[in-house]
Every structure is written in structure tokens, then in C-alpha cells.
């Protein structure tokens, strides 16, 4: 049997092209401003859950400026989505 390009395609695996980025996806980027909110989201809540953890007199001190640093990032995403 002679060699015949079409047939040796038809043994082996077949792979399936996908695409990993779609149009929507393109159109989904944080900008500097959500990611500073984002930072600071993070960090007011481990200084907040830190403060409620260890008690005393630091403790209440992490806790507020956790809660501070909450309400910040909260309302800097407020901001950001209100523009």
C-alpha cells in the first residue's frame, strides 16, 4: 500500500484547538485603583481578625485600624464603580 498523507492522520490522536482567551475575558482587566482596594481590603482584614484574636490594649488597636482600613477599601470600590 502505497504512503498516503491522508490516511497516517486518521491513526493518530486528534487534538482539539481551543482558544484561552475569549473577547469577554480581554475586556475583564483590574485597574491600579482596584488592586490598591484590593491590598488594602486584604490587610484590614488580617489586622482586624488579628486585633479580635489577641485582645488587650494592641489588639483593640489592630482591630480598629482593621476596621478603618475596611471601610476605606469599601468605600474607595464604592468610588471607583460610582465614576
Same mark, same amino acid.
Given at each position: 500500500m502505497p504512503f498516503d498523507s491522508n490516511s497516517r492522520?486518521?491513526?493518530g490522536?486528534? *487534538?482539539a =484547538?481551543?482558544?484561552t482567551l475569549d473577547a469577554r475575558s480581554k475586556r475583564m482587566a483590574?485597574?491600579?485603583k482596584q488592586g490598591t482596594y484590593l491590598g488594602? =481590603? *486584604?490587610t %484590614?482584614? =488580617?489586622s482586624f481578625v488579628? %486585633? *479580635?484574636h489577641a485582645g488587650g490594649g494592641l489588639g483593640v488597636v489592630f482591630a480598629i485600624v482593621g476596621a478603618g482600613l475596611l471601610l476605606l477599601s469599601a468605600a474607595g470600590f464604592?468610588?471607583?464603580k460610582t465614576i
Open positions: 492522520k486518521a491513526r490522536p486528534q *487534538l =484547538t481551543f482558544h483590574a485597574n491600579a488594602t =481590603t *486584604l %484590614g482584614f =488580617t488579628a %486585633g *479580635l464604592y468610588k471607583i
